[in-house]
């Protein structure tokens, strides 16, 4: 691959617009410039999730088979922005919708059914994995107020939701394996009439 960038800053983008792969000019708060902008928010958080994970595996093997599932996620939402940011661009596959369902159907199996709301938190790696959800449930918002306006492919769209589910079961998933409690959601305490 060549390169493809000389320059990291055009001044282009100085008056609030950016340009998209089809010659578009559009504003930088463009629902289609959010959803890009959602996706890469995501990506960045998602490569920290990895790279805690890849710490504690040393540790605790157990979080590698987590890591080998969300690695491939990275490259897959690169292609996600790639298809927001060029409208005509086809990347993503429903194969990877299918393997995304795959992992939480099978990691589902060691972990049981949800028996109560949990909070995200009970370790730096599990919170960070909620985080990851939470950004993912805002790119899927974004996404879809972008394809109210402009329709994307329905795949993008199932991939972003699989993933953010994918995450919440990570999250329990990397709990269970550090063998941390989950922290459960305790409602308010009634207040006397």
Known sequence: ????LSKIYTRTGDKGETGLADGRRVSKDHPRVEAMGEVDTLNSQLGLLLAE??????????????SEVLAPCQHRLFDLGGEL??????ALHEDEV?????????????LGPL??????GGSRLIAQAHVCRSLARGAERRCQQLNAEEPIRAVGLAYVNRLSDLLFVAARLIARRQQIAEVLWQAA?????
Request: proline content about 10%; cysteine-free.
């Open 85 to 90: 940011a060029m409208p005509d661009y086809q």
């Open 98 to 110: 299918e393997r995304l369902e795959a992992a939480i159907d099978r990691w589902n199996e060691e």
């Open 53 to 66: 994970l890849a710490e504690q595996a040393l540790q605790q093997p157990a979080l590698n088979e987590i």
């Open 1 to 4: 691959m060549g390169y493809r």
């Open 115 to 120: 028996e109560n709301f949990i909070l995200p």
């Open 189 to 193: 305490p009634k207040q006397p009439d």
